[in-house]
């Protein structure tokens, strides 16, 4: 055999088709597999996208200071508090604390002043009433008398309806 009968063998032995003989199931296993590889890594960047995505925000609102005014409509300006948001919330600190003696107390939120905390069957806190005192505020100016003006102005947090017992907190 001479050297270009040699290198016809040769090239022919790279052109063959290899063949396989698979059943419908092996096939459908070997696709299934590579397709849930695939989704996996897919799944891991877009993940991994995301939190740098969610880092580098929060990154950019801690240096540059940015505050509420960012995901606000048409922003707020500066030094504008939590009540010009328009909820009928209150830029404020909540009065929250707990003594062995007395246990936990809710008196005042940014909701409001809170009328009642719900108890579960073991004395746990489930939740609260209160009072959004500047939602009240406003329906008291556009002419509600006080009563109808509390009465509309009252919200509950958690589980207030599966409580055994709401007590005050300036009380109980």
């Not at 600190?93 to 009328?115: D, H, I, P, S």
């Amino acid at each position: 055999m001479g050297r270009a009968e040699r290198r016809r063998l040769e090239k022919q032995k790279g052109k063959q088709v290899k063949t396989y003989n698979l059943t419908r199931s092996q096939l459908h296993n070997a696709v299934r597999q590579v397709t849930e590889e695939d989704l996996k890594r897919i799944k891991q960047e877009a993940m991994e996208d995301a939190i740098n995505t969610a880092m580098r925000e929060l990154f950019l609102q801690i240096v540059y200071g940015r505050t509420q005014s960012a995901f606000s409509d048409d922003g707020l300006v500066v030094g504008a508090g939590l009540e010009d948001l328009g909820k009928g919330l209150r830029s404020q600190v909540g009065t929250m604390y707990a003594t062995k003696a007395k246990g936990v107390r809710y008196l005042e939120m940014a909701e409001g002043y809170v009328t009642g905390i719900a108890l579960d069957a073991d004395n746990e806190v489930i939740g609260y009433q209160f009072v959004s005192l500047g939602k009240m505020t406003d329906f008291i100016k556009n002419g509600d008398d006080p009563t109808t003006a509390w009465e509309k102005a009252k919200g509950q947090y958690g589980r207030v309806d599966d409580a055994v017992k709401i007590i005050d907190p300036r009380k109980e």
